[in-house]
């Protein structure tokens, strides 16, 4: 360890010797931030590294094959099921072929960059209709026949779109690529200066076109994406908004289909009575089943965004109840007025940029949808603490729980988490970290 860090050291030495003061502080930023875990995960046994893993992972090598024959990961990330080992193998292998089966056809309804078969093992019977078929019929005036599963997924994100005053916003899907492919330049780093809108005119006309042909006021909403069921078959219709053509607006998925994939495989497991473990879906969205053997508290650990503090907070808390995480620290930071901002994959669909009010979110609740729950903390991201203080107020009052904690690094490099009371009860504090209750 003592050799890595005096690697670290020199490394940093000879960087910035190399380096102006601007360059050097997005290098150090990007070091501390980048080099840490995005998201939440079970920690089993913190204090015995050795002790055995009480869980069988199932899903963890599942892949979703296209309709050329490329293999993808669930939701385009490692999308798993943990199921106590305590129980028999055949309940755990009861779990494990409904998981198996449930997984992949969700993931390809959702999925807008690729094409599927409804059945890999039989052509003949044809594609499957995804969100990339309702994307590529924008405008035509007619109505296509969707599964049922991206018929609800439609309807939920147009709901919460409403409900969150476009702060989660399932049209975005343009701007969040136009991100992308920006952040994953590798000249973006050091180049911002020519590359990001923010600087460059060009750059930002083309940003402000494609931000055009997103809907934001609920009235836009509602005309811009039609939903109707008949005969017990399901239908969507992908109005033209503003003018746009096939390709300048789509509707995408993300931080909505990992949470809705929790929701129904996790209903279909209880009808089973298979409640012995939780769905953690790439860590950002994570579902307990019902109790663990014994009725003890499941071990929660949100991951810190800052090198070398362990651990934001613990929950620990027993039966069933969902937790999403968004963040932006993975992305790429950049320097605006002596301000380090951060380039990321949320994007505010108010202002077309990534989102700038929090570093990360998390949220909980034990009676709302982990669909509702990934939406929520997308929204999150792009609202001040005030603002999203008030839409879990709005929650509390419909009798749903929601508790939400941010999490910010102060200016002497330490964790700041500003946590609702209801985190209270479940919370186990990291004393390396600064905690603060919000009423």
Not at 96 to 106: G, K, S, T, W, Y
Not at 188 to 211: G, K, V
Not at 315 to 333: A, L
Not at 337 to 350: A, G, K, L, T, Y
């Amino acid at each position: 360890m003592k050799r890595f860090l005096d690697f670290i050291k020199q490394s940093f030495n000879s960087l910035k010797a190399i380096l102006n003061p601007r360059e050097w502080t997005i290098t150090i930023v990007t070091v501390i931030l980048s080099t840490t875990i995005a998201t939440s995960v079970f920690w089993l046994d913190k204090d015995d590294p050795n002790a055995q893993m009480p869980f069988e992972s199932i899903g963890y090598s599942l892949k979703v094959k296209t309709e050329t024959g490329v293999n993808q990961l669930p939701f385009h990330t490692y999308y798993q099921l943990f199921y106590e080992k305590v129980n028999s193998v055949d309940e755990r292998a009861s779990a494990r072929q409904i998981f198996e089966q449930m997984v992949p056809p969700l993931h390809k309804v959702s999925d807008r960059s690729n094409r599927y078969l409804l059945d890999d093992d039989d052509p003949s019977l044809g594609r499957i209709t995804t969100i990339r078929d309702v994307n590529e019929s924008l405008g035509s005036g007619q109505w296509i026949e969707v599964p049922e599963p991206l018929y609800e997924l439609l309807q939920i994100g147009k709901q919460l779109t409403i409900a969150t005053d476009s702060n989660f916003n399932m049209f975005i899907g343009k701007p969040a690529d136009y991100w992308k492919d920006l952040i994953e330049d590798d000249a973006f780093s050091y180049d911002y200066e020519l590359l990001d809108p923010y600087f460059n005119a060009s750059e930002r006309a083309y940003l402000e076109t494609i931000m055009s042909y997103v809907p934001i006021t609920e009235d836009e909403v509602e005309a811009t994406l039609e939903l109707k069921i008949e005969a017990e078959r399901y239908y969507a219709k992908l109005n033209s908004f503003n003018g746009a053509l096939v390709g300048n607006m789509e509707l995408t998925m993300g931080g909505l289909a990992k949470g809705y994939a929790n929701d129904v495989i996790s209903a279909t497991l209880a009808e089973q009575e298979l409640v012995r473990g939780f769905i953690n879906g790439g860590q950002s969205s994570i579902s307990t089943l019902g109790n663990r053997y014994g009725n003890i508290a499941w071990p929660l650990t949100m991951a810190s965004p800052l090198y070398g503090t362990s651990s934001s907070f613990t929950i620990s808390r027993p039966g069933r109840f969902s937790v999403s995480t968004s963040g932006g620290y993975e992305g790429k930071p950049i320097m605006i007025d002596e301000q380090v901002v951060w380039r990321h994959h949320i994007i505010d669909p108010w202002t077309g940029y990534p989102s700038s009010e929090s570093l990360l979110v998390n949220v909980m609740s034990q009676d709302l949808s982990s669909a509702t729950l990934d939406a929520l903390s997308t929204a999150l991201m792009n609202l001040t603490i005030e603002e999203g203080m008030a839409l879990r107020d709005a929650f509390i009052a419909n009798g749903q729980e929601l508790e939400i904690a941010w999490v910010e690094i102060t200016a002497t490099s330490k964790l700041n988490i500003s946590y609702s009371r209801g985190f209270d009860p479940f919370m186990q504090r990291n004393p390396e970290n600064i905690y603060n209750i919000i009423d």
